[in-house]
Structure formats: C-alpha cells, structure tokens
C-alpha cells in the first residue's frame, strides 16, 4: 500500500494551480456564468494546448495516454478554481464512451477532435420524468426518450434535460431506448448526433450555479444507423463505465474546492478582528474550520481509491459510491461552514467567493447521484454480502444467553481491591 | 499510489485469521459491553487465547524477537491488527500490548524491560493505564496523585480514576506528580507499579460501557528502579503512549465484521413479512456504517503508511477522521437502537431481546466519546495544533478565572 503521487503527477498538480491560478480567474469565472456560452474559448483553445483535452486518450488519437488518476489530480484543480468549461461532458462523458465503444472509424474521427479543442461533446442522459424520480435519474430505468428504426435511419424522439453544455456542444451524445421490457439495461442505444440536425432544439435552464443545463427537445430526429455509438441495445454498459469516471472527476473537483473553502476560511478566522481579538480564538469559529478539515480530508482518499481502481480496470461500483455519496454531503456541509465563518461577508454575490463555491458546488453535488442515490446503491452492495465468517473450533456453550443484568464483570468478585 | 496489499503481507494474513478461525468456538459471540466478557468462564477464555497468541507472536508483532514479537514492519503489524479485530477479540492485556509496553520499550532500562515485557508479549499480565484523575481528564497535566522521595523509594498518595478494567490488574502504569512547578507538565513521572503494593485499593466505577475503577493510593511504596524514563519528564514520556494509542488499523476491521453481523440480523429478521434489509431507514443506516468503514480504512492505512515512512515525511498532516468517528458513533447508534422499535431496550438474555441486545449495549456505551481524549478536546487540538488557530495563551487562565468567577452567578 503506498499514499503517493507520482513525480508527474505532482508536476501535472503544480502545472495545472499555477496556469488556472493566472488564467482562471474569479473574474473570469463570474464573466463566463454571465455569459451566453458556460465557457471561455480562448481558455479552451490554451487548455488544448496544454493536452489536457486529450489527457486520457491514447497517443494514437492525440492524446497523452495517462489514466485516470492523472485526470483526478487535474480536475482537483479545476475544482479549487471553479473552471467552467464543458471538459467532463466532452473529455469523460463524450469521449471516453467513444473510446470504450465506438468503432475505429469513429474513434479516429472524434478523439482527436475533442482533443485538439475543435469539438465539444454533451451528453444527454436525464430526462423531465427520469430527474423527479431520484432514484431513476441515473439509471437506464429512467430513460425514455425513444429512437426507432427507419430503414438505415433511426428517429429519435423525446426531451432530455439537464443536460449540460448543450448551448455549446457540436455533438449530443444521446441515451435512447430502443428496446422494452425486461431489464432495463438492456435496450439502450447511444447515439452521437450532430447538434445542428434539424429536429433538435436547445434552452438553457437558469440555475443556481449559472452554469448551462438545458432542456434539449428532439422533435422527430432523424439519425444514420452510422451514429450509433457502441452496440444496439448495448450502451448502458460503456456509458456507465464513462459515468463511474465521472462521478469521480466531481469527486476530485469537490475535493478542490473543499480546500480552497478550508484554506479561506482559516485564513478568515486568524485575520478578521472583532471584539478585539481574531474570530479565530473563539471555538463556535474553531469548531466549523475543524469540520471543514473533517470534511475535506475524509474524502480526499475515497476518491483515490476509486480512481485508482478505474485506473487498474478493476470493478469499483461500492469504492466510487462510497466517494461520491460521502463526498457530496461533506461538500454541501463544507460550503455551509465557510459560510458560517465568513457571516456576512460570505453571503454577498458579487465581492464574496464563498457564495461563488457554494453555488457552483450544488451542482457538482447533484450530478451523476447526490448522496441519497449513491447511499442506496451501496445498500444494495451491501444485501450482497456473505453472511460473516463462523470460527471453527468445538462449541464452548460460553456465549449462550447469559443475561446482561449487571454492570460489574465476574471476574471482579473474585479480585483482591486491597484495603 | 497502489491500495494491493503485498504477497507477503497477504501470507501473514492468512496466518492470522487462521489462527483465530481454528481456535475461536463455532458458538462464539462477539461482545459489547467489556470487550472481554462478563463471566468469568468467557474471562478465563480470552485469558487463555491470548497466551496462544502471545505465544505465536501475535499480541506483539512489532516487537523485536528477543522480547516477545515477530520483528514485523509497521504495515505487516497493520495486518496483525486487522484481523484480530475483525474477530472481535479484545485482549484483557490490550494496555499492555498498546500503551504501558512501548515506552517501556523507548525509555525502560535494562532490567525493567526484562522485568516486564514478557510477560505483556506471552499475554500473561494486565495492566492498567492509570492516568485519569479526578481533577485530571482532559487537562491530563493536572496530575496530583503525589510521589514523594524517600531513600531508595518513593511513597505515593492520591487518586486515580475511571481507569479501564478489562481484567484483574498485575500491573499500574501511573503518572504521579514529583515536583511542583509550572508549566505543570514539567513536573510529572512515569512509575510501573505492582497492583497489589500495599496500600493501593480498588472500588468499581461501572459506567454504561467499558469497566472502570477507582484506584486510591495510600503510603504507598515503590522503589525507585520503578520509576520510568527521566525524573519529571513523564508527561513528554506518555506522549509517546498517546502516539501508539491513536494509530490503529484494526477500527475498520472490526468495523466490518459488526457490519456482516448486522446485515445478517437484517437478513433473517421480518418486519411487515419483508426482511428488515427492504426498510428504508435500515438501508440509510447501513450504507452510513459502510461509508464510514471505508474511510476508517483508509484513514488507518494511511496513518500507518505515514508512520512507516516517518524518517521521510516527519509528522502526519491533520486528520480529522477519529473525530468525525467520536461525532457520528452516537448518530449510528441511535439509528440502531431506534430501528428496533420498543425492542430495542430489551438486553441480552431478556424474553423478545432482538439481536442479543447490541442495539441497546452499543447505545449505552455511545454515550461515552472521551476515550484517547473528548470530542471538545479533539476539536481544540485539530484547531490548534492542526489550523493553526489562535487561543488563549495558558498563562493567562488562572486571570482569566479570577475574572469570572462569581460573574453571571
């Protein structure tokens, strides 16, 4: 067992704080939610530049060839800055499923397109009904919107929504159903689909976070077989596995951004005076600070363990739900405790950046399963577990029922207390 | 990074968890309240076990050979620990083992730690940390049990209190004050001490978990050769103890297997002709135990990791987890207890008791967190010494008590 990064490792983390620190500004965070777009394409063109479009991918198409791991180092700094940008919807969601599924063609198509910054992917998963019944929403039960077949065409039809990045993508990865009845894994297809086609509108939702969920109609869409992504009736399967990344990568960013909320609040308590003395001296201060410390540090191994089991290709459904559902609520309580700290001065939306964290945070909550779905997925693990081991020497008939009347051991009876 | 354990450490594992699988009773329960048992029979039992495994080397595995142990790393030693919590066995020498050995080990002459280590790795011997006094919990400096000097002895008078009691004591590990002076913790030494000195006596403090005891000193002799490490520099001496004492791999374990225990209950038991597994509240419950077994995993491994690379890496950053553990043990709990319904008060051995009564056992003993320090001092400690955040200098308290006293009376 060892708890270290590689050398790359530590330099993709120095590398990555030092660009976002200079390009990713607050300002610019602010600039892009109030813009129409949900990103900053110069800052997408230098993060091409950079190679992080195309991190995970083979060198074959354009990309590094590093893993998951790596990835998770890279979008812990992505969270302590708040960078928005459609890198999970195209990088994890998009790519990585045409990179698990998708035929040569198409991975030799799309890959090193997204990786050089020339295209942005969504994924369009959820759905109106799918998102009210929480336990549904990440799940193929959920998914209705239907794509039928029409000699070498597909019609798709139906409305997703909370889709992110639609307003930008050029290609929608969409979730259809092709098939009813019987497990609902079995039956979805996954299409990639031009945004432009006719058939296909878009609307932003107005969120907490500013960022750009949207409500994605597809009105009677007609797509070539060629876009199927992955087998007919066969995508739950490698969308899942690009989820599971996913879920991690919001891991990794609640884990940055937890730091950076523990990092100020800190600093806040040592440096704001009242009554004289730094608000930090006061224990109500000490005692949010010290849950915010609870609440970053208990995640940043969970997330680890999950990566680095995706990374090894080993199974990880229990590891990355663990991650996510402690990460999820232990972020919701970081951003509260911030906000406790900081009173004031860490509710005001234009000067303060809690509020710009806690905003932003909902969402990374909320996405690929809040605690409650993840809880209940590791419940069921958990039905699955064997029944606890039974030792195997000959019975004692020490443990039968021998009431628990008293409070005092046996044994005490018969020691000598002295004087 | 790489979370495999190694071949090696996998051997040992097996090892282990063979020796307890072969020598545990296939009618053994795990127990709650005492960890060792209540009757004398389950007593004289783990008595037994523990001189097997001390025998094997398994109470001691990170000491060296020639004093009882089996000269394992700090990680392998992780493992030896695992697997005996896994099994739910709590040794009625664990103090030993855990907390009076190791100094010895560090600031033990010759002839003390021939004396006493032994004994502590064959499994032979209790002793009890007696530290806690009753002007002397969290403000653990405030020690008055007195040692004063007299010839070759010393002669100790005073108190201590809510010492743990798994077992009847052969030995006392005590911090006495030999020296008034302040700061107050410059002033305080080590003293290994038989139990039964003349002039020591005992009287039960039963609390709603662990057994304690009071202990009173009076006249009481102990030679000088039993002092521990430097006259006056014990405080700094059990910080050492307090190292040993929080750094565990074992919590996860044993973590797990009342996790198995309990989703078997829930397996088998029905509530509205389902098993209890269906209930909603009960899933919450134990995907929460599930989250938290999973990050004590890491946190312990970690920890050991941390330790075992110290000549690299120095101190450990802040961790937060043995905190977060103290903060939700009374949550899990309540969950449990209230799960159960008006059966949930029912102790073991009762008519109608549901799960051998562990639902009302592991609620009774939440109600007490201040094991290895309360959860207020935690918090202190972490903002401290952990954030770096401002208190109030120490010499200003007795001022600051001047103060207030009488004020909002």
Same mark, same amino acid.
């Given at each position: 067992?060892?708890?270290?990064?590689?050398?790359?490792?530590?330099?993709?983390?120095?590398?990555?704080?030092?660009?976002?620190?200079?390009?990713?500004?607050?300002?610019?965070?602010?600039?892009?939610?109030?813009?129409?777009?949900?990103?900053?394409?110069?800052?997408?063109?230098?993060?091409?530049?950079?190679?992080?479009?195309?991190?995970?991918?083979?060198?074959?198409?354009?990309?590094?060839?590093?893993?998951?791991?790596?990835?998770?180092?890279?979008?812990?700094?992505?969270?302590?800055?708040?960078?928005?940008?459609?890198?999970?919807?195209?990088?994890?969601?998009?790519?990585?499923?045409?990179?698990?599924?998708?035929?040569?063609?198409?991975?030799?198509?799309?890959?090193?397109?997204?990786?050089?910054?020339?295209?942005?992917?969504?994924?369009?998963?959820?759905?109106?009904?799918?998102?009210?019944?929480?336990?549904?929403?990440?799940?193929?039960?959920?998914?209705? %919107?239907?794509?039928?077949?029409?000699?070498?065409?597909?019609?798709? #039809? +139906?409305?997703? &929504? @909370?889709?992110? *990045? /639609?307003?930008?993508?050029?290609?929608?990865? %969409?979730?259809?159903?092709?098939?009813?009845?019987?497990?609902?894994? #079995? +039956?979805?297809? &996954? @299409?990639?689909? *031009? /945004?432009?086609?006719?058939?296909?509108?878009?609307?932003?939702?107005?969120?907490?976070?500013?960022?750009?969920?949207?409500?994605?109609?597809?009105?009677?869409?007609?797509?070539?077989?060629?876009?199927?992504?992955?087998?007919?009736?066969?995508?739950?399967?490698?969308?899942?596995?690009?989820?599971?990344?996913?879920?991690?990568?919001?891991?990794?960013?609640?884990?940055?951004?937890?730091?950076?909320?523990?990092?100020?609040?800190?600093?806040?308590?040592?440096?704001?005076?009242?009554?004289?003395?730094?608000?930090?001296?006061?224990?109500?201060?000490?005692?949010?600070?010290?849950?915010?410390?609870?609440?970053?540090?208990?995640?940043?191994?969970?997330?680890?363990?999950?990566?680095?089991?995706?990374?090894?290709?080993?199974?990880?459904?229990?590891?990355?739900?663990?991650?996510?559902?402690?990460?999820?609520?232990?972020?919701?309580?970081?951003?509260?405790?911030?906000?406790?700290?900081?009173?004031?001065?860490?509710?005001?939306?234009?000067?303060?950046?809690?509020?710009?964290?806690?905003?932003?945070?909902?969402?990374?909550?909320?996405?690929?399963?809040?605690?409650?779905?993840?809880?209940?997925?590791?419940?069921?693990?958990?039905?699955?577990?064997?029944?606890?081991?039974?030792?195997?020497?000959?019975?004692?008939?020490?443990?039968?029922?021998?009431?628990?009347?008293?409070?005092?051991?046996?044994?005490?009876?018969?020691?000598?207390?002295?004087? | 990074?790489?979370?495999?354990?190694?071949?090696?450490?996998?051997?040992?594992?097996?090892?282990?968890?063979?020796?307890?699988?072969?020598?545990?009773?296939?009618?053994?329960?795990?127990?709650?309240?005492?960890?060792?048992?209540?009757?004398?029979?389950?007593?004289?039992?783990?008595?037994?076990?523990?001189?097997?495994?001390?025998?094997?080397?398994?109470?001691?595995?990170?000491?060296?050979?020639?004093?009882?142990?089996?000269?394992?790393?700090?990680?392998?030693?992780?493992?030896?620990?695992?697997?005996?919590?896994?099994?739910?066995?709590?040794?009625?020498?664990?103090?030993?083992?855990?907390?009076?050995?190791?100094?010895?080990?560090?600031?033990?002459?010759?002839?003390?730690?021939?004396?006493?280590?032994?004994?502590?790795?064959?499994?032979?011997?209790?002793?009890?940390?007696?530290?806690?006094?009753?002007?002397?919990?969290?403000?653990?400096?405030?020690?008055?049990?007195?040692?004063?000097?007299?010839?070759?002895?010393?002669?100790?008078?005073?108190?201590?209190?809510?010492?743990?009691?798994?077992?009847?004591?052969?030995?006392?590990?005590?911090?006495?004050?030999?020296?008034?002076?302040?700061?107050?913790?410059?002033?305080?030494?080590?003293?290994?001490?038989?139990?039964?000195?003349?002039?020591?006596?005992?009287?039960?403090?039963?609390?709603?978990?662990?057994?304690?005891?009071?202990?009173?000193?009076?006249?009481?002799?102990?030679?000088?050769?039993?002092?521990?490490?430097?006259?006056?520099?014990?405080?700094?001496?059990?910080?050492?103890?307090?190292?040993?004492?929080?750094?565990?791999?074992?919590?996860?374990?044993?973590?797990?297997?009342?996790?198995?225990?309990?989703?078997?209950?829930?397996?088998?038991?029905?509530?509205?002709?389902?098993?209890?597994?269906?209930?909603?509240?009960?899933?919450?419950?134990?995907?929460?135990?599930?989250?938290?077994?999973?990050?004590?995993?890491?946190?312990?491994?970690?920890?050991?990791?941390?330790?075992?690379?110290?000549?690299?890496?120095?101190?450990?950053?802040?961790?937060?987890?043995?905190?977060?553990?103290?903060?939700?043990?009374?949550?899990?709990?309540?969950?449990?207890?209230?799960?159960?319904?008006?059966?949930?008060?029912?102790?073991?051995?009762?008519?109608?008791?549901?799960?051998?009564?562990?639902?009302?056992?592991?609620?009774?003993?939440?109600?007490?967190?201040?094991?290895?320090?309360?959860?207020?001092?935690?918090?202190?400690?972490?903002?401290?010494?952990?954030?770096?955040?401002?208190?109030?200098?120490?010499?200003?308290?007795?001022?600051?008590?001047?103060?207030?006293?009488?004020?909002?009376?």
């Amino acid at each position: 067992m060892e708890f270290t990064f590689t050398e790359e490792q530590e330099m993709l983390r120095t590398s990555a704080r030092d660009f976002l620190e200079t390009e990713c500004t607050e300002k610019l965070v602010r600039e892009v939610e109030d813009g129409d777009e949900g990103y900053s394409p110069e800052l997408w063109k230098k993060i091409a530049d950079l190679g992080w479009l195309g991190l995970v991918y083979p060198e074959q198409y354009g990309g590094a060839g590093m893993n998951v791991i790596d990835l998770a180092v890279l979008y812990e700094e992505f969270g302590r800055t708040m960078f928005p940008s459609p890198h999970l919807s195209t990088v994890v969601l998009g790519g990585m499923t045409v990179l698990e599924a998708g035929s040569d063609a198409q991975k030799a198509d799309i890959l090193p397109k997204i990786a050089d910054g020339s295209k942005i992917v969504a994924l369009a998963l959820t759905e109106p009904e799918s998102a009210w019944e929480m336990k549904k929403t990440w799940d193929p039960e959920g998914v209705t %919107v239907s794509a039928t077949a029409d000699g070498d065409n597909y019609v798709i #039809d +139906g409305t997703k &929504l @909370f889709v992110h *990045d /639609a307003v930008v993508a050029d290609d929608i990865l %969409v979730v259809t159903r092709t098939k009813t009845g019987g497990n609902p894994a #079995d +039956g979805i297809t &996954l @299409f990639l689909v *031009d /945004a432009k086609s006719s058939g296909i509108s878009v609307m932003p939702l107005i969120t907490v976070a500013g960022d750009k969920q949207c409500e994605v109609a597809f009105n009677k869409v007609k797509v070539p077989k060629a876009s199927i992504v992955g087998e007919l009736n066969g995508g739950w399967a490698p969308l899942s596995k690009a989820m599971q990344v996913a879920t991690v990568m919001l891991c990794a960013q609640m884990l940055g951004a937890g730091q950076r909320l523990l990092e100020l609040s800190v600093d806040y308590a040592k440096t704001r005076i009242q009554f004289d003395m730094p608000i930090g001296i006061n224990q109500y201060i000490q005692e949010h600070c010290v849950f915010l410390l609870r609440d970053v540090n208990g995640g940043r191994w969970s997330t680890y363990l999950a990566a680095w089991k995706l990374a090894e290709g080993e199974p990880c459904d229990f590891e990355v739900s663990v991650a996510k559902a402690w990460g999820s609520d232990a972020h919701e309580h970081a951003c509260w405790c911030a906000h406790q700290v900081h009173a004031g001065v860490g509710y005001t939306v234009f000067d303060g950046v809690v509020p710009l964290y806690s905003r932003r945070g909902k969402t990374l909550q909320l996405y690929m399963g809040d605690t409650a779905y993840h809880k209940e997925k590791i419940a069921t693990i958990l039905e699955g577990w064997p029944a606890p081991e039974k030792p195997k020497a000959k019975p004692l008939g020490l443990w039968e029922e021998v009431p628990d009347r008293g409070w005092i051991p046996e044994w005490w009876n018969e020691f000598d207390k002295g004087t | 990074m790489d979370f495999n354990y190694t071949e090696e450490q996998e051997k040992l594992r097996k090892e282990v968890h063979e020796f307890f699988s072969s020598n545990l009773p296939s009618d053994y329960r795990p127990r709650g309240v005492g960890g060792t048992g209540t009757t004398l029979e389950q007593f004289q039992f783990w008595m037994d076990l523990q001189r097997k495994a001390g025998a094997k080397g398994y109470l001691t595995p990170g000491w060296s050979k020639a004093s009882g142990g089996l000269g394992l790393s700090d990680m392998e030693q992780g493992i030896v620990s695992e697997e005996t919590s896994y099994w739910g066995a709590t040794w009625p020498g664990s103090q030993g083992i855990r907390v009076c050995g190791p100094p010895v080990h560090v600031f033990g002459t010759e002839e003390q730690k021939s004396t006493f280590l032994p004994g502590i790795a064959k499994g032979e011997v209790i002793w009890y940390q007696a530290f806690t006094e009753p002007d002397a919990g969290s403000d653990e400096a405030n020690v008055s049990l007195r040692a004063t000097e007299e010839n070759d002895h010393y002669i100790l008078n005073g108190q201590k209190t809510f010492i743990t009691a798994p077992g009847p004591a052969d030995y006392l590990y005590t911090l006495a004050r030999t020296q008034d002076v302040i700061p107050k913790h410059r002033g305080i030494s080590l003293f290994l001490i038989d139990a039964h000195s003349p002039g020591i006596s005992y009287s039960a403090l039963a609390t709603l978990g662990i057994f304690t005891v009071d202990i009173f000193f009076d006249n009481v002799k102990v030679p000088k050769s039993r002092l521990l490490g430097e006259l006056n520099r014990g405080f700094y001496h059990a910080m050492v103890t307090f190292e040993f004492e929080r750094s565990t791999t074992g919590a996860a374990a044993g973590a797990r297997r009342n996790l198995e225990e309990l989703i078997e209950f829930c397996r088998e038991e029905k509530r509205n002709g389902q098993p209890l597994l269906k209930d909603p509240a009960v899933r919450n419950l134990l995907a929460d135990r599930a989250i938290e077994m999973e990050l004590s995993w890491l946190q312990g491994w970690f920890a050991a990791w941390h330790f075992s690379q110290r000549d690299k890496l120095g101190s450990p950053p802040p961790e937060a987890g043995g905190l977060h553990g103290k903060v939700v043990s009374a949550d899990r709990a309540q969950q449990l207890i209230d799960s159960l319904g008006l059966y949930g008060q029912l102790r073991r051995g009762s008519k109608y008791c549901k799960y051998e009564g562990r639902a009302a056992n592991a609620w009774m003993s939440s109600r007490s967190t201040h094991p290895a320090g309360t959860i207020e001092i935690n918090k202190i400690v972490l903002a401290g010494r952990g954030l770096g955040l401002p208190r109030i200098p120490a010499k200003f308290n007795k001022e600051i008590r001047a103060a207030v006293e009488g004020v909002g009376v």
